[in-house]
């Protein structure tokens, strides 16, 4: 994290306002976006759906 993510954070808190638990979700995305990520792969769509700054895409196992 860095001022940069910081103050991304701080917008997406007051957008979104998230409860509990869910702030923790919220943190993985404004440090993405402080690096140029503007898509990430997760086995929890629902966790970040409602999110609109990111993308989010299934994340795909491989069984062997």
Do not use: C, W
């Amino acid at each position: 994290p860095n001022s940069v993510s910081l103050d991304i954070f701080e917008s997406l808190m007051k957008k979104y306002q998230p409860k509990g638990s869910r702030v923790f979700d919220l943190e993985i995305v404004p440090v993405a976006l402080a690096n140029n990520i503007e898509n990430i792969a997760t086995a929890n769509l629902k966790d970040f759906n409602a999110i609109s700054e990111i993308k989010v895409h299934p994340l795909i196992r491989n069984e062997i």
